[in-house]
Structure formats: C-alpha cells, structure tokens
C-alpha cells in the first residue's frame, strides 16, 4: 500500500514520517480506515452503489487525505487504542460483529470530533465516485460551469436568523 503523502511504501507498525516529514498512515490503520469506511457506508448490490471500501473510492480517499491526515492518524489510533483492550493483539476485522458495532458506537460517544472527522473523509469521496452519482440521479460531473438545479425553498426558514440580526462586527461600524 502506498503512503497518501510521499508515495512510498506504507511502514508496519506505527505511524511514519515520510520524505516531507509529515505523518503518514500504517498498514494497520489503512486496514482498519477501509474496514470502518465499509461499516460506514455498505455496498448495495440491488442498486448498483459500491461500499465506501470499494477499491476505486478508498483509492480516493487515501489520496486526498491531504491537510487531513495527522487528524485521521490520530484518530485511527485513538480507535485501535479502544479495540487494543479487547487483547493485545486484537484485529478489528476479526472480533464478533456485535464487538465491533460496540466498539463504533463507543468512540463515537467518546470521541464525538474525531468520529466525524473520519465520516467526513470517507463521504467526501464517496460522493465524488461516478458509480454513486448515476445511482443516485445525478450526473457525474463537476457543478461548475453547468451548475445544478436546485428546488425553491421556504425562505420562511431563515426568519429566525434575519430577526437575531448580526453576529459579527461590520469593519465600517464603532
């Protein structure tokens, strides 16, 4: 597997400083990114959508971790320290359904930011996939310069915020 950063090999074992000197994601936590990142969000065969550890979407999302990537590592670690109490050498993968959707559903409790902070990485890229967007009924392509359609609303809704007024300091005003 490929480091996201510098494009060398991954290391085993903890987390690396690649060539930049930036962080870079292990084995182990790319491993258990793609397995969290199928939980996440599932194939569904009947549909024709690919789970969000199809090859081609985890792909993207390795690749565009970007600014990104200390934050995943550590919240990747944080995950596995949670996992790592089951045993000491405790694969994620392998532990009972009923542990695993346990263990999700206590870091997301616990570690609120951090949970979705990897939800977001994983449907970011998840959207982007072509496969999803015919699924859905969208067309594969940028939203610019074509734009999207998009309904009208009830502009109602934003009464409460025009009545709070603002809640910044215009440059022009004491």
Known sequence: ??????????????????????????????????????????SDPAQALP????????????????????????????????????????????????VRWQLVESFRTAQAGQAALLAEVVVRCYY???????????EPRAPFPEGFEVEPGDWQLLEPVRARGSIYRHPNKP
């Open 51 to 98: 789970g969000a550890d199809d090859a081609a979407v985890f792909e993207d999302i390795i690749k565009t971790l970007g600014r990104d990537l200390p934050r995943v590592q550590q919240a990747l670690s944080m995950f596995q320290a949670g996992v790592s109490q089951q045993g000491p050498d405790s694969d994620f993968a392998a532990l009972p359904e009923s």
């Open 128 to 138: 982007r996939d072509d496969r999803v967007m015919r699924a859905i009924g969208m």
């Open 1 to 42: 597997m490929l480091n996201p950063v510098d494009g060398r090999a991954a290391s085993q074992g903890g987390a690396e400083q690649g060539a930049t000197g930036r962080v870079s994601l292990d084995d182990e936590q790319i491993k258990l990114l793609r397995y969290l990142a199928g939980m996440m969000i599932p």
